[in-house]
């Protein structure tokens, strides 16, 4: 596991990085303000939750689409699941709901690429290089996804 870890320090220099998310466009302050499915606590308040499960599947889909494997950091350890595993949809799920602030730190070693869960139905990537980058791309576009920007890592 030790020739993963590299990939989940902080201090790593990635060569591109970008934000996915069910929304096709940044959402401005009125925009977020006003949508009942901008993360779960609010869907379910707004007796929306369908809808928002709906965006949720299609992240689900998105990140075992890529793989059948996966590294996984967990707190301070990592972790190799099988994408398919409960144990992995649970990571997922409680990242999706931003459930505790236990946001996914992924990497595929595949595609050489990171993903990081973040708020309000949007992640982050990081990709070593654009070698793959068609192809995720692609599997975003398959999941319904979007790319909210996407640019060098270091401007």
């Known amino acids: 596991m030790k020739k993963f870890e590299n990939y989940f320090d902080e201090n790593f220099v990635w060569k591109k990085y970008g934000f996915i998310s069910v929304f096709d466009h940044w959402l401005t302050d009125d925009e977020a303000n006003n949508c009942n499915i901008l993360n779960y606590e609010l869907s379910v308040q707004a007796e929306a939750n369908l809808d928002y499960l709906l965006g949720e599947n299609k992240f ?3 990140y075992r689409s890529l793989s059948d494997t996966v590294v996984c950091k967990i707190g301070d350890t990592f972790k190799t699941l099988k994408t398919d595993s409960d144990e992995f949809k649970i990571i997922l799920i409680s990242s999706l709901r931003e459930d505790n602030l236990k946001f996914l730190d992924i990497f595929y070693p595949e595609f050489k690429v990171r993903f990081k869960g973040g708020f309000d139905r949007t992640d982050q990537f990081f990709l070593i290089d654009e070698t793959d980058f068609p192809l995720i791309k692609e599997n975003i ?4 996804l979007n790319i909210l920007s996407y640019d060098d890592y270091l401007n």
């Open 60 to 62: 689900i889909h998105f």
């Open 141 to 144: 576009k398959i999941n319904d």
